[in-house]
Structure formats: structure tokens, C-alpha cells
């Protein structure tokens, strides 16, 4: 248990609540990288097909711009989607 513990920055002087709170708090975070690591793949993968037809040693112009907006059109409709999912949990009374 004590490596579990060591793992969440846990020490001995918490409460079983200040525990589960830490707890929560780390596997949130973690959550939080792997959603970004997954909207990256999405990006370059998608992002890269669409503009990048013949893969050179450097982006031309126009692949550059049109992977930026790519990227931001995408993280866009990324957020856009997450805020609705949140509000749907928040306001779903099965969900408490």
C-alpha cells in the first residue's frame, strides 16, 4: 500500500478524505494528459493527410497555413464538443 500511496503523493498525516480528494485529483490529471495526447494524434493525423500531400523536408506555404487553421478549426470543435459533454454530465441527474 505504500508504494500506492507514494504513487498519488500521499502521506500518512491526510484524512480519508483529503486522500480521496488527492486521489481524484491525480487520475483527473491523467485523464486530462491522455485527452490531449489523443487530440494531438487527431490533429497530425488528420491534419497532415489533408494538407500534406507529397511529404517534403519543410511545409510550403500553403501547407503551413492550411495546417494551422486545420489545427484550429480541430481544437475548436474539440472544446466545443467537451463543454457540451460536460454540461450534459453536470445536468444529468442519474449521473450523482
Avoid at 511529404?55 to 475548436?76: A, D, I, L, N, V
Avoid at 474539440?78 to 459533454?85: D, E, K
Wanted: net charge positive; proline share 3%; with cysteine.
Amino acid at each position: 500500500m505504500d508504494g500506492v500511496n507514494n504513487m498519488f503523493g500521499l502521506g500518512g498525516n491526510q484524512t480519508k478524505e483529503e486522500k480521496k480528494q488527492i486521489i481524484i485529483q491525480t487520475i483527473q490529471q491523467q485523464q486530462n494528459i491522455e485527452n490531449a495526447r489523443v487530440l494531438i494524434d487527431k490533429i497530425n493525423t488528420n491534419c497532415f493527410e489533408k494538407c500534406v500531400p507529397k511529404p517534403g523536408s519543410s511545409f510550403t506555404s500553403g501547407e503551413s497555413t492550411c495546417m494551422t487553421h486545420c489545427m484550429q478549426k480541430y481544437m475548436t470543435a474539440w472544446n466545443t464538443v467537451s463543454s457540451a459533454y460536460i454540461q450534459r454530465i453536470k445536468s444529468d441527474p442519474s449521473s450523482n
